[in-house]
């Protein structure tokens, strides 16, 4: 049995690779607390609209209702890996007097969250791995 092709653990690998992916940004964040004009960035998954599209039999259009929604035409890039996208946000919060957006306390918790996430992650997977060796055992005994 291959355990990389089980759903599961390609979902937790993919959720840990992303939480791996905010806290990279989030910690690029924290070293620009302080930089002048800097603005928060964030992390998303890569072609929403187009996964939705895929999903979809009779295709919906993204429609933006709210001016925070990203619009398909925003500027992102894409992280390190490759696999997520990481954007600006619009901020929610006024600008320091040097126009600088990062609010530390706010990356700070969210830089908690994306490791909590992390270690869950971890945690499911051994719980994950150790209920296949225990059905294992079971099936050669």
Partial sequence: ?????LQVVDLIKKNMRYQTAK?????????????PNYL????????FKNALAAEQT?????????????THDDAVKKSADGEFV?????????????????????????ASKA???YNR???????????????NTKINA
């Fill in 121 to 135: 992650m971890i945690t499911i997977y051994g719980k994950y791995m150790d209920m296949l060796k225990l059905a």
């Fill in 58 to 70: 009779p295709k919906l259009e993204m429609v933006t209702t709210n001016p925070k929604h990203l």
């Fill in 1 to 5: 049995m291959d355990l990389n092709n």
């Fill in 86 to 110: 990481v954007y600006t946000p619009k901020p929610t919060s006024p600008l320091t007097i040097d126009g600088n957006g990062v609010i530390v306390e706010d990356q700070l918790n969210q």
């Fill in 40 to 47: 928060a960035k964030d992390v998303a998954l890569p072609d």
């Fill in 23 to 35: 806290e990279r940004v989030i910690s690029e964040n924290l070293a620009n607390s302080t930089t």
């Fill in 115 to 117: 490791s909590g996430e």
